[in-house]
């Protein structure tokens, strides 16, 4: 068989033509669950804030898989033994790290299941999976749950330097023009090894870890935690929670998407299982289900959902004051009482229990690299050390440190 029969050519910006080869991996890529991805950005409401930001989780999906096939060949020409089923996993694995995504990316991930993260629903998913193709994912799913023997194949997939990670940083210092935020791929995977069982980096790559550690404390202060995007979030978020209010009083509200609707009505919870009816009406939300329900419930009749809608569509969004420490009671009565004034002034009326819908205080916690738990190893002179004790650049030892955010979202 001629090669260029054997696989699919996917042409993409960030790293090049990817080569899928044909049989269960292109079979899972072609399948709905995954093909849904297209219709989820993989930045949520990034987009926003950075106009070329468009990007899919489906394109994160190829490009983890695209970083898989290049270090699984790295390392079996290093001498470690990774056998064909094992290879073929690991890609699946990849592949399907994130396919329990739901819309607009981690933005919804509380609102729509309680007990829920993203991860329990992609395990769900790959179990589905797995029936429809008759065991075929088995050792996919042993990966991705770090019970497969050969512990490293799940540190490519989950870890402080994992395939995800390092797509994603690319990808989205790609498309949002944060150039920060690029980081040398090809020198990590290119260094990597297994030693003892354990994905390490030589001594050779140190300093392109220290350039991903780096890379990945910018992104998140300019992309990720950007005070837009925060503000946006909390505004969707609002939305979300009127409608689930005014569903419990029955309160008539405007049809939008029925898929959509199920989850806001019913509030599944995921802490025990995730039933076939979740994962069938899961795998059919994408982000066009919250645009066409938004523009629906814009004309409510309740006023405050409509105003929510309205600002959201309009790209009215909410502001964000960050604080250097946890704001003061007063500080919080201040900012709210002059919230409340202003709706007021704009013909809304907002008092003591309706301003939570556009007043709230959060919190983010960021970690560029958790060292204490789940560590990156530099291998120097057939030893492997922890990269915080190996690195000789003292001022990544401050990147350790996880870093506080105190910030209030409230309107302009």
């Given at each position: 068989?001629?090669?260029?029969?054997?696989?699919?050519?996917?042409?993409?910006?960030?790293?090049?033509?990817?080569?899928?080869?044909?049989?269960?991996?292109?079979?899972?890529?072609?399948?709905?669950?995954?093909?849904?991805?297209?219709?989820?950005?993989?930045?949520?409401?990034?987009?926003?804030?950075?106009?070329?930001?468009?990007?899919?989780?489906?394109?994160?999906?190829?490009?983890?898989?695209?970083?898989?096939?290049?270090?699984?060949?790295?390392?079996?020409?290093?001498?470690?033994?990774?056998?064909?089923?094992?290879?073929?996993?690991?890609?699946?694995?990849?592949?399907?790290?994130?396919v329990g995504?739901?819309?607009?990316?981690?933005?919804?991930?509380?609102?729509?299941?309680?007990?829920?993260n993203?991860?329990?629903?992609?395990?769900?998913?790959?179990?589905?999976?797995?029936?429809?193709?008759?065991?075929?994912?088995?050792?996919?799913?042993?990966?991705?749950?770090?019970?497969?023997?050969?512990?490293?194949?799940?540190?490519?997939?989950?870890?402080?330097?994992?395939?995800?990670?390092?797509?994603?940083?690319?990808?989205d210092?790609?498309?949002?023009?944060?150039?920060e935020?690029?980081?040398?791929?090809?020198?990590?995977?290119?260094?990597?090894?297994?030693?003892?069982?354990t994905?390490?980096?030589?001594?050779?790559?140190?300093?392109?870890?220290?350039?991903?550690?780096?890379?990945?404390?910018?992104?998140y202060?300019?992309?990720?935690?950007?005070?837009?995007?925060?503000?946006?979030?909390?505004?969707?978020?609002?939305?979300?929670?009127?409608?689930?209010?005014?569903?419990?009083?029955?309160?008539?509200?405007?049809?939008?998407?029925?898929?959509?609707?199920y989850?806001?009505?019913?509030?599944?919870?995921?802490?025990?299982?995730?039933?076939?009816?979740?994962?069938?009406?899961?795998?059919?939300?994408?982000?066009?289900?919250?645009?066409?329900?938004i523009?629906?419930?814009?004309?409510?009749?309740?006023p405050?959902?409509?105003?929510?809608c309205?600002?959201?569509?309009?790209?009215?969004?909410?502001?964000?004051?960050?604080?250097?420490?946890?704001?003061?009671?007063?500080?919080?009565?201040?900012?709210?009482?002059?919230?409340i004034?202003?709706?007021?002034?704009?013909?809304?009326?907002?008092?003591?229990?309706?301003?939570?819908y556009?007043f709230s205080?959060?919190?983010?916690?960021?970690?560029?690299?958790?060292?204490?738990?789940?560590?990156?190893?530099?291998?120097?002179?057939?030893?492997?050390?922890?990269?915080?004790?190996?690195?000789?650049t003292?001022?990544?030892?401050?990147?350790t440190?996880s870093?506080?955010?105190?910030f209030?979202?409230?309107?302009k």
């Open positions: 068989m001629d090669k260029s029969t054997r696989y699919k050519i996917f042409n993409d910006p960030v790293h090049g033509f990817i080569s899928v080869p044909k049989g269960i991996i292109l079979q899972l890529i072609d399948h709905p669950y995954v093909q849904r991805l297209r219709r989820i950005r993989q930045l949520g409401l990034g987009y926003l804030v950075f106009p070329a930001a468009e990007h899919s989780r489906f394109s994160h999906a190829l490009g983890a898989l695209e970083l898989g096939q290049r270090v699984l060949k790295n390392l079996r020409e290093k001498d470690t033994t990774i056998s064909n089923s094992e290879f073929e996993g690991t890609l699946i694995a990849l592949l399907l790290h994130d995504h739901g819309p607009l990316s981690h933005t919804l991930e509380h609102s729509l299941l309680q007990d829920f993203h991860e329990m629903m992609s395990l769900a998913i790959m179990h589905e999976l797995n029936k429809q193709f008759n065991g075929a994912l088995d050792t996919a799913i042993e990966i991705f749950t770090d019970k497969h023997p050969k512990k490293f194949l799940h540190q490519l997939v989950s870890s402080q330097l994992d395939l995800d990670r390092l797509d994603y940083l690319k990808r210092s790609f498309f949002t023009g944060v150039s935020g690029s980081v040398g791929i090809q020198r990590i995977l290119k260094t990597m090894r297994v030693h003892k069982g994905i390490v980096i030589e001594k050779k790559g140190i300093y392109a870890i220290e350039n991903y550690i780096i890379s990945r404390r910018l992104m202060m300019q992309v990720y935690l950007h005070k837009t995007v925060l503000g946006a979030d909390a505004l969707i978020r609002s939305i979300f929670r009127r409608v689930s209010d005014l569903m419990i009083t029955n309160t008539e509200i405007p049809k939008g998407s029925l898929q959509l609707e989850f806001l009505r019913e509030q599944p919870s995921a802490e025990k299982t995730i039933s076939k009816k979740v994962i069938d009406a899961y795998a059919q939300l994408d982000d066009y289900d919250v645009y066409q329900s523009k629906a419930w814009q004309f409510s009749s309740d405050i959902l409509a105003d929510l309205t600002r959201f569509l309009n790209r009215s969004l909410f502001r964000t004051t960050f604080f250097e420490k946890k704001p003061t009671k007063k500080q919080v009565e201040a900012l709210k009482i002059s919230s004034k202003n709706l007021n002034e704009q013909g809304l009326a907002i008092d003591d229990s309706s301003i939570d556009y205080i959060e919190k983010s916690t960021t970690e560029a690299y958790k060292y204490k738990s789940d560590g990156i190893w530099i291998l120097e002179n057939d030893v492997a050390v922890e990269f915080s004790k190996a690195s000789d003292k001022s990544i030892i401050a990147l440190e870093v506080e955010k105190y209030i979202v409230h309107p």
